[in-house]
C-alpha cells in the first residue's frame, strides 16, 4: 500500500477564516459560537450557533455570489483555494496529477431551499439556478470543475461523520494507486430558521445560554444541554508521499490508520464505537498506549459525550486516564459534515505546534465524564501519533489516526 500524507490545510470555521486564524482561536479558547444574525432567531429556543460572519468574505476582498452557488458550496470554495495555496499548488499546476475529489455535506443546502420554498408557496415557481445550487453533489462537482479534475468525483452523507469517510475513501483511493493527489474535507451551512426549528423540536440543542453564546458548547460538562448547531468547511491535499517528497510540498502528517462501523440499534452503539477505534488502531498497527491525543466528537450532548468517554476507557483501559482528550466543538460548535475534516485541520496543527487545543466551558465535573478532557486551557506536549473520532447521526462511527510525518 501507498503512503498517504497531508500537504495542504483549508479551514473556514465560526471562530477563523484560514489556518492561522483558526489554530490561533483554538489555542487560545477562542470561541465562534454567537448569536444568529442570518435570520430572527427569537420565535425558538435556542438563539446561538456557530455562525460565520458574512462580514469576513467582504473584509477578505471575496466576492460573495449566491446567485450562482449556495453557502455550503462558497465555504467550500473557500477552503479548497486555501488548501491549494498551503500546498504549493494550483489548478494550472495540477495538470500532470492523477486527481480526485471527495467531499461530505450532510443534506441538500437548506438554505437554498427554504428560500426558493417560500417563493414557489407564493407565486408556484422558483429561480432558474434552484437545482444547481441546491443538489448534495454541488460542492463537489465545483471543486472538480476549479481543479479540472480527471478521477473520482465522490459527494458522501453520513451526517456528522460524512467529512472523515470523505478522507478514508480518499486515502484508499490513493493506497491503491487510483490517484496520486485528492481533495477531501466536508462542508455544510445549515443555519436556517426550518432547520434550527427542527433540531429544537428534536431536543438536540441547548436552550439556556441565549443571553451567553459563548458559553453554550460544554462538551464533558455536567450542565452541558446539547450541541450548538453551525456551520463551515474544511478542505485537505492528500498525496502519495512520494510524489509529494519529490515535488518538495510541505508535509504536515501522515495517515496511519482508520476504522468506520455502523450501529444498527441503540444497544449496539457500545460495541460498534470501539469496534471502529480498535480498527483504526490495528490498520495503524499502533496499540493505545502510543496514541498521544485524542480529538474527541464529543458536542456537548449529554448521551453521546458520556458514551465517548466509556468508549475510550473501553479501548484504552489502563491508559484512558492518562491520555489528553479535548474537544474543539467547545469552540466552534458542531459544523455537521465539516466536523472531521476542520477536527483533524486541528490536530495536524496540533501536532506542528506541540500544543493541544482546549475544552472550553468545562466548569462542572460530571462524575461519568472523569478522564482528562484538557479544561479551558490549552496545553503544551509531545503529539506524534493522534486519533479523530467522529460519530454521525443515524448511525456511522468513524476514527482516523494521524502521525508526524
Not at 435556542?46 to 462580514?55: Q, S
Not at 517528497?245 to 501522515?254: D, E, G, Q, S, T
Not at 449529554?302 to 479501548?315: F, L, Q, Y
Request: net charge neutral; hydrophobic share 40%; proline share 6%.
Amino acid at each position: 500500500m501507498r503512503s498517504v500524507v497531508i500537504t495542504g490545510l483549508g479551514a473556514v470555521a465560526p471562530n477563523g477564516l484560514g489556518k492561522e486564524a483558526y489554530w490561533n482561536a483554538l489555542a487560545n479558547g477562542v470561541s465562534g459560537i454567537r448569536i444568529i444574525s442570518k435570520f430572527d432567531p427569537s420565535p425558538y429556543p435556542c438563539r446561538v450557533a456557530g455562525e460565520i460572519p458574512t462580514a469576513w468574505f467582504k473584509e477578505n476582498g471575496i466576492v460573495q455570489e449566491e446567485e450562482h452557488f449556495s453557502w455550503s458550496t462558497i465555504y467550500a470554495l473557500k477552503a479548497l483555494k486555501q488548501a491549494l495555496n498551503d500546498a504549493n499548488l494550483s489548478p494550472g499546476t495540477m495538470a500532470g496529477f492523477s486527481t480526485g475529489v471527495y467531499m461530505g455535506i450532510s443534506s441538500t443546502d437548506m438554505g437554498v431551499v427554504q428560500q426558493e420554498f417560500s417563493g414557489f408557496l407564493e407565486n408556484n415557481q422558483t429561480s432558474t439556478g434552484t437545482v444547481s445550487k441546491s443538489y448534495s453533489h454541488a460542492p463537489a462537482s465545483q471543486i472538480a470543475r476549479e481543479i479540472n479534475c480527471n478521477g473520482n468525483v465522490v459527494t458522501i452523507s453520513t451526517g456528522c461523520s460524512s467529512g472523515i469517510y470523505s478522507l478514508i475513501l480518499a486515502a484508499e483511493s490513493i493506497m491503491r494507486g487510483e490517484a496520486e493527489l485528492v481533495l477531501a474535507g466536508g462542508t455544510d451551512a445549515p443555519i436556517t430558521p426550518f432547520f434550527l426549528a427542527s433540531l429544537c423540536a428534536a431536543g438536540l440543542l441547548p436552550k439556556g445560554y441565549n443571553g451567553a453564546p459563548e458559553a453554550a458548547s460544554r462538551p464533558f460538562d455536567l450542565k452541558r444541554e446539547g450541541g450548538v448547531v453551525a456551520e463551515g468547511s474544511g478542505v485537505l491535499v492528500l498525496e502519495e508521499e512520494r510524489s509529494a517528497r519529490r515535488r518538495k510540498a510541505p508535509i504536515y502528517a501522515r495517515i496511519c490508520g482508520f476504522g468506520a462501523t455502523n450501529t444498527f440499534s441503540p444497544n449496539g452503539s457500545r460495541f460498534s464505537s470501539c469496534s471502529c477505534m480498535t480498527q483504526a488502531l490495528a490498520r495503524a498497527r499502533f496499540n493505545p498506549g502510543q496514541i498521544d491525543y485524542i480529538n474527541a466528537h464529543s458536542p456537548g450532548d449529554p448521551m453521546v459525550d458520556r458514551a465517548e468517554t466509556r468508549t475510550i476507557k473501553e479501548v484504552w483501559g489502563k491508559y484512558a486516564y492518562n491520555i489528553p482528550i479535548s474537544s474543539i466543538k467547545s469552540m466552534i460548535g458542531n459544523p455537521l459534515a465539516a466536523s472531521g475534516p476542520l477536527q483533524v485541520i486541528a490536530t495536524v496543527l496540533a501536532m506542528q505546534n506541540q500544543f493541544i487545543p482546549p475544552t472550553v466551558n468545562y466548569q462542572y465535573p460530571d462524575p461519568r465524564c472523569d478522564l482528562d478532557y484538557v479544561p479551558n486551557k490549552g496545553r503544551v506536549a509531545r503529539i506524534s501519533r493522534a486519533l479523530i473520532s467522529l460519530q454521525g447521526l443515524g448511525g456511522g462511527n468513524t476514527a482516523l489516526i494521524v502521525s508526524k510525518p
